[in-house]
């Protein structure tokens, strides 16, 4: 049972555009979104999150866009970096003690230059 | 700045030896979290822990993994007798409150032979 979906695997943006990778839930009980990002061999990194209560929230170069009667959230990244070249799950969590992030299976961006 | 150490970075093991993944939470986390992340696989969910005892796991987390929080800082994940399956990066995570992002160690490259 997928909660999080990321439906695509892969993205490839040229450099100083914008890149916009999607997740949808089904849980409708999640409260809390986040965006990771994630090189090889190396933990998640966090980038941006948003809670339920709102639907936009930006943070430099990131923002996350979330529609919840459409159980969507996006994240919009621009201008895209070719550092920013990695593998970003979405992770959803719902308003419980100690409850899991759920992640997504992930999206893998490249940004070429 | 603080974060999440994890130790060793790779190990190795004989199928059905016994192992157990060190992490060190940053220190006024109260939520603590194992996720474990099969090679091009997404990142799982395996338990979450809070007021020295599990509060969340996963149909993953079976009688086989158990946790620990021996001493108040460290934060260790057990698997009694390994699997061939088990083979994965196991990541461990904190976060202070709820509503708030998690913090992901580098992770431990567990291989079972």
């Keep these: ?113 | 700045e603080p974060e999440v150490t994890q130790t060793p970075s790779h190990q190795v093991t004989q199928m059905g030896q016994e192992v157990i993944l060190r992490c060190v939470p940053i220190s006024n986390h109260l939520y603590f979290y194992w996720y474990r992340q099969i090679l091009g696989q997404k990142v799982e969910f395996l338990v979450s822990f809070y007021n020295n005892e599990i509060s969340e796991k996963s149909e993953i987390f079976d009688d086989q993994f158990s946790v620990e929080r021996p001493d108040g800082s460290n934060f260790t994940l057990k698997i009694r007798s390994t699997k061939l399956e088990d083979s994965a990066m196991y990541f461990c995570a904190s976060r202070s409150s709820r509503n708030t992002e998690a913090f992901f160690g580098q992770g431990t490259r567990l291989t079972v032979v």
């Design chain 1, 1 to 113: 049972d997928q909660q999080v979906k990321q439906n695509s695997p892969s993205l490839s943006v040229q450099e100083g555009r914008i890149s916009i990778l999607n997740c949808d839930y089904t849980n409708s009980m999640f409260d809390y979104f986040l965006w990771y990002k994630k090189y090889p061999a190396e933990g998640p990194t966090f980038l941006i999150s948003i809670s339920s209560i709102k639907d936009k929230n930006e943070d430099g170069r990131f923002t996350v866009f979330l529609n919840k009667s459409a159980k969507h959230l996006s994240l919009h990244i621009v201008p895209s970096q070719p550092g920013d070249s990695a593998v970003y799950f979405c992770a959803a969590s719902t308003n419980q003690a100690g409850t899991a992030l759920i992640f997504g299976k992930g999206t893998t961006l490249s940004v070429s230059s």
